[in-house]
């Protein structure tokens, strides 16, 4: 099976515009999240999918790929279903850009669920939420989960309810940006209309599970540290002081 990590990224964020290139270390932000991408071995190919010619021209002056896309896109989804036209994929990874910590091995977590069961559609990265300030934070997406593991909803409120003791005992999620889909599905993915919860969370992964489609969480342990305001950047600086794989890739 031929697996592809696709990589949105854009100059005009709201809370932090150029994000993608901003300098971490002397590096800018994408080519640590593509770089890192790459280390990851069931990757087949890692691109960038931009609607921006300075993005583009970053990532290919690097040596990288990158793939031009409209720029009316609201969702990141549906700008890696653009750049997935006309691949053949049979698995794309979905990597969100401002992930410059992110680790090989969980683009490989969550694209395996996916060759090990052929009906299943996509995959979404989860992992604990580990206090009480992160559970009531509306920026991280909660999830639960039916006995099988495949997600039943994704919220910015706190789910499942703390009203009742047994709540305390709920293993307590939150969604991660690396999403795995079946190619074909992809593309299904992105025609299927919006639907009202997916407007109202802001969480694009809530139009499958409203179509009626798996989405199947994949735990990692730990916690991802990304980049959603300038000052986050000094904080991934520090912990890359430290980090076992900046030195494989940091001179390209």
Do not use: W
Not at 33 to 54: F, G, K, N, Q, S
Not at 207 to 230: F, I
């Amino acid at each position: 099976m031929r697996i592809v990590a696709l990589i949105p990224a854009r100059m005009a964020a709201t809370r932090f515009p150029g994000k993608p290139l901003a300098l971490i270390k002397g590096l800018p932000m994408i080519e640590h999240v593509r770089r890192r991408a790459l280390l990851c071995a069931l990757l087949d190919e890692v691109l960038v999918a931009t609607c921006d010619p300075e993005i583009c021209r970053v990532v290919e002056e690097a040596g990288g790929k990158a793939v031009m896309t409209a720029d009316t896109h609201l969702r990141c989804t549906d700008r890696i279903a653009e750049a997935a036209l006309g691949m053949q994929a049979d698995v794309v990874v979905n990597l969100q850009g401002d992930e410059p910590l992110v680790m090989p091995e969980m683009l490989e977590l969550v694209a395996r669920p996916l060759l090990e069961d052929p009906e299943l559609p996509a995959a979404n990265l989860v992992s604990p939420i580990t206090d009480q300030a992160e559970f009531n934070d509306p920026n991280a997406p909660k999830v639960v989960t039916n006995l099988a593991g495949d997600i039943l909803y994704i919220s910015r409120e706190p789910i499942p309810s703390g009203k009742k003791a047994d709540s305390q005992q709920y293993r307590k999620l939150k969604q991660l940006g690396i999403i795995a889909f079946r190619g074909d599905f992809l593309q299904t993915f992105t025609r299927l209309s919006p639907t009202p919860l997916e407007v109202i969370e802001s969480v694009d992964m809530n139009r499958a599970l409203e179509h009626g489609y798996r989405v199947r969480a994949v735990e990692v342990p730990g916690r991802m540290v990304g980049v959603d305001l300038p000052g986050d950047v000094a904080r991934v600086e520090a912990l890359l002081e430290s980090d076992p794989l900046y030195p494989r890739y940091r001179l390209g």
